[in-house]
């Protein structure tokens, strides 16, 4: 069972799931990256292009979900070089550290109140996040071209490009086409008719939304919506 929480570090989520069978729980591309906890082990999801299906690992997992473009730097890598990947944690920061921070988690009343607190550390050491990334996703998420979201904001389209790939990573069209997609969900769970959901969130018509929902998420909306993912 899947459930989640605001965090006390702005913007972030926490969560938990239980996987009771292998393969089970498709995550789907939304512009974040994540701190995860499985069976005493810390790693870090990183941004998704497409949908991501769990191999045969069950159990309890923890995360926090990082706002977009605010991972990189409380993590000290950036995004672009963790696009599609699980990775442990040890591979971004020294083993030592790691294994204490590990043992922080475990010893936790709970893993995702554990993963909470070394979130939290982590941010108040770190510079604060750029605004200037709030603004870029609150404009795209809002169906604005990204021409116009770099003109509004100063920004040449290779240095948003740029930008981008460090704190999304991926270019600014493809966080554009996600944070797209994560609005036509939301309409469509809402019960909104598929062809007024294309409209609303800004596909060209329905077949484009049909289009980028199989290509992004790997099943069929209606699928998707009826709890095949």
């Not at 989520?13 to 009771?20: D, F, I, Q």
Request: aromatic residues 6%; positive net charge.
């Amino acid at each position: 069972m899947y459930m989640e929480r605001a965090s006390r570090l702005p913007g972030a989520v926490v969560w938990t799931n239980t996987a009771s069978r292998p393969g089970v729980g498709r995550v789907l591309p939304d512009g974040c990256m994540d701190l995860l906890w499985h069976d005493g082990r810390l790693m870090v999801a990183g941004p998704d292009t497409r949908a991501y299906l769990p191999g045969g690992v069950t159990g309890p997992w923890a995360g926090v979900r990082f706002y977009p473009g605010t991972a990189p730097a409380l993590l000290g890598v950036p995004a672009h070089e963790l696009r599609d990947r699980r990775v442990e944690l040890m591979d971004l920061w020294p083993a030592s550290q790691v294994r204490h921070l590990a043992d922080r988690v475990n010893a936790a009343p709970d893993p995702a109140s554990g993963l909470e607190e070394l979130a939290l550390r982590r941010a108040a050491g770190a510079e604060p996040p750029d605004p200037l990334l709030r603004q870029v996703v609150t404009a795209l998420d809002a169906g604005r071209p990204v021409a116009a979201t770099a003109d509004e904001l100063g920004l040449g389209a290779r240095q948003l490009h740029r930008r981008s790939l460090s704190a999304f990573g991926y270019g600014p069209k493809t966080l554009a086409r996600i944070l797209r997609l994560r609005r036509a969900l939301e309409l469509a769970r809402d019960g909104v008719p598929f062809a007024q959901t294309a409209a609303r969130a800004g596909y060209a018509d329905q077949a484009h939304l049909t289009r980028d929902v199989r290509e992004l998420a790997g099943l069929p909306l209606g699928k998707l919506l009826g709890g095949g993912g």
